[in-house]
């Protein structure tokens, strides 16, 4: 992991919670980045510091996705929650927030999301966030 990256990181949280996102391309390496900075940070804030949350978690269910006839078509951006999400990243920013958040992850093994599998708590100074569409210029995507 480049030191200035990782700096730079570090840097964001020196006053308050920041939030970190990473962006790009289906199989472009972000969750592999992610892991890598979160690892580099916990080194320099402390492993109680810095937590890692995934937009994967977000993902619709399968029987939401049969429901909505949008099987065909998972991960594309309308087969996430994406106002689940955007309400998460709210309430991890909210400096009156002192109770522990909990996030859910995507399941490879089960390919589900699974809620409450993070937990981000009120020492968490750095959250790590990555998904494919977090610069997207489409409603809800875009807040």
Same mark, same amino acid.
């Given at each position: 992991?480049? &030191? *200035?990256?990782? @700096?730079?990181?570090?840097?964001?949280? &020196?006053?308050? $919670?920041?939030?970190?996102?990473?962006?790009?391309?289906?199989?472009?390496?972000?969750?592999?980045? &992610?892991?890598?900075?979160? @690892?580099?940070? $916990?080194?320099? !804030?402390?492993? *109680?510091?810095?937590? %890692?949350?995934?937009? #994967?978690?977000? %993902? +619709?269910?399968?029987?939401? !996705? *049969?429901?909505?006839?949008?099987?065909?078509?998972?991960?594309?951006?309308?087969?996430? #929650?994406?106002?689940?999400?955007?309400?998460?990243?709210?309430?991890?920013?909210?400096?009156?927030?002192?109770?522990?958040?909990? &996030?859910?992850?995507?399941? $490879? #093994?089960?390919?589900?999301? !699974? @809620?409450?599998?993070?937990?981000?708590?009120?020492?968490?100074? !750095?959250?790590?966030?990555?998904?494919?569409?977090? +610069?997207?210029?489409?409603?809800?995507?875009?807040?």
């Amino acid at each position: 992991m480049r &030191a *200035d990256l990782v @700096a730079r990181a570090v840097a964001l949280c &020196a006053d308050r $919670r920041a939030l970190l996102g990473l962006v790009g391309c289906p199989g472009a390496g972000k969750t592999t980045v &992610a892991e890598r900075l979160v @690892a580099a940070a $916990r080194a320099a !804030l402390g492993d *109680d510091a810095v937590a %890692h949350v995934p937009m #994967d978690g977000f %993902h +619709l269910a399968d029987r939401q !996705l *049969d429901r909505l006839g949008l099987r065909d078509r998972k991960g594309a951006p309308e087969t996430f #929650d994406v106002d689940g999400y955007l309400a998460l990243l709210r309430r991890l920013l909210d400096p009156g927030e002192q109770r522990t958040v909990y &996030a859910p992850v995507f399941e $490879r #093994d089960l390919e589900q999301p !699974l @809620a409450g599998a993070v937990a981000v708590g009120p020492d968490v100074r !750095l959250v790590v966030t990555e998904g494919n569409y977090l +610069l997207l210029d489409r409603p809800g995507w875009r807040e």
